[in-house]
């Protein structure tokens, strides 16, 4: 029955253990790109449009893409046209999308956030428009409370160091809002010592932190500021974009003379470019390590392929794609055990689009365990790699390589509010695939052991591994 309430659930065992133990835990959110602002201010929505497809120069590029791929023009995707013309074009694109994660992502959205449950596509268009929006005209739908309505208790946004968290203070500052919104410390730009505004941007970075950024001691000076300035607003991760990524082995003094002359605006070759990041990252990561904070390492995708989309959308409008950097682990490798030999290795979540990575990081991680329960984590199918295949890949490698009791589980990723039910989704293959290996005789039927594994991948580990709610 399409997608009925135990869609992907082909065993009785893996049944069993979601209705059981996965179905309706509370979610912890801990990579994601939601607006901040959005959230303190509660948004609400036009209609199916604006929450579904594309929010003010936000939304789902996973949708925009399948949209492009079909014909569709821009206007209907990120353009002025009409909402109901963009709507009926997601529409015909889903009808085409069979096997692609977002047919059942989108099914599920319409089901859990609107109550409908009718096949998308064009004959039922105008039902589902009319009920979705009546279902949008209702008090209770909103930014906050979609978030509540699917049990999120913590989202995890993406910030530049630079950013002055004024949102995040407010959501802080408020009493009971029913879940915590945290910022993420993203400082891509601050590793980009050679590109054109490097100079201006460190003019910002001295703005935020009150410290004027003029050398290399500086830099780190303020950046280490703005470190604590997000630890003191409930930060507790730092997210690092290796979109490609090279240890080059450096001398303090070498950094120093590149960072000068970068802050001059004087042009920087590659590889000093990767040696300044090297120490960069070093640096930072001990930072993090002193706060007890985790650091996640996004890897191996190519940016912006499409330069004429980049020029007219800009970023994150759906023109990315996978890497496939050569010896990239070796490198990742090398900065691991710099970091290890300081004593400068924090909790660290090891992603990479390309998945014939996944073995080789795993295996990696394995290296560098100890200290604390699953020091280094092998990241959750990420991206492209966020279907039904990918997520089972990915957790028969974690399980092969290390503990998956340990797992912190899934995340959205995402610039939607309506993302959650992909929670839903990883939940279903985590049942689908230990229910699969209980049926083969690979694990023991006992309900009780195995149940508690499921409750802590799906909830439970991301609560404790984090530490979000020490003061909750």
């Known amino acids: 029955m ?100 977002l047919y059942e992502w989108s099914h599920l959205e319409l089901r859990r956030a609107f109550g409908i449950d009718l096949t998308i596509c064009e004959k039922n268009a105008p039902q589902i428009w009319r009920r979705a929006n009546e279902r949008i005209a209702q008090p209770d739908f909103s930014a906050r409370g979609l978030i509540r309505s699917f049990g999120v208790r913590c989202i995890c946004t993406t910030d530049d160091p ?63 500021q703005r470190v604590q300035a997000f630890h003191k607003v409930g930060g507790r ?10 240890f080059v082995p450096f001398t303090d003094g070498r950094v120093a003379a590149i960072a000068a002359r970068a802050l ?65 682990v070796t490198e990742v490798a090398c900065l691991l055990d710099a970091a290890n030999v300081e004593g400068a290795l924090p909790r660290t ?12 990081l795993a295996t990696l991680m394995q290296s560098f365990q100890g200290g604390v329960r699953q020091r280094l984590q092998l990241g959750c199918a990420w991206w492209f790699s966020d279907s039904l295949a990918g997520i089972e890949r990915q957790l028969t490698v974690f399980a092969q390589e290390s503990l998956l009791a340990n797992f912190t589980g899934m995340l959205t990723d995402s610039r939607s509010f309506l993302s959650y039910p992909r929670h839903e989704y990883f939940r279903r293959v985590l049942c689908r695939t230990l229910g699969q290996w209980v049926e083969d005789g690979r694990i023991p ?15 439970r580990n991301a609560r404790d591994y984090f530490g979000f709610f020490e003061q909750a």
């Open 349 to 360: 979540i090891l992603y990479s689009l390309d998945e014939s990575q996944w073995m080789a």
């Open 162 to 224: 630079v950013s002055d968290l004024s949102w995040h203070q407010k959501l802080a500052a408020e009493k009971g809002p029913g879940f915590k919104m945290l910022p993420t410390f993203r400082p891509d730009a601050l590793m980009a010592v050679e590109a054109p505004g490097f100079s201006a941007y460190a003019q910002r970075l001295s703005q935020a932190s009150g410290i004027e950024v003029s050398d290399w001691a500086s830099l780190k000076a303020a950046a280490a």
């Open 445 to 459: 039927a006992d309900e009780e052991w195995l149940g508690g594994i499921v409750e802590g991948i799906c909830y």
């Open 2 to 101: 399409f997608m009925d309430e135990d869609f992907l659930l082909s065993t009785e065992w893996a049944r069993r253990l979601y209705h059981g133990h996965a179905e309706g835990k509370p979610i912890v959110d801990y990579h994601c790109h939601l607006d901040p602002r959005q959230v303190f201010e509660d948004a609400r929505f036009e209609d199916l449009s604006q929450v579904w497809l594309f929010d003010h120069g936000a939304g789902d590029h996973y949708k925009w893409r399948l949209m492009r791929a079909n014909g569709v023009p821009e206007r209907l995707i990120t353009g002025d046209g009409d909402s109901y013309e963009k709507f009926l074009a997601y529409v015909r694109t889903m009808e085409r999308a069979l096997g692609n994660p």
């Open 264 to 328: 001059s605006g004087e042009p920087i070759s590659s590889e000093e470019a990767d040696a300044y990041r090297s120490a960069l990252s070093l640096f930072l990561m001990g930072e993090y390590e002193k706060r007890d904070w985790t650091l996640q390492l996004h890897m191996n995708v190519i940016r912006n392929a499409n330069t004429h989309g980049f020029r007219s959308l800009g970023a994150d409008a759906g023109f990315d794609s996978v890497g496939d950097q050569p010896g990239l």
């Open 237 to 246: 991760l730092a997210d690092h974009g290796l979109n490609s990524f090279r």
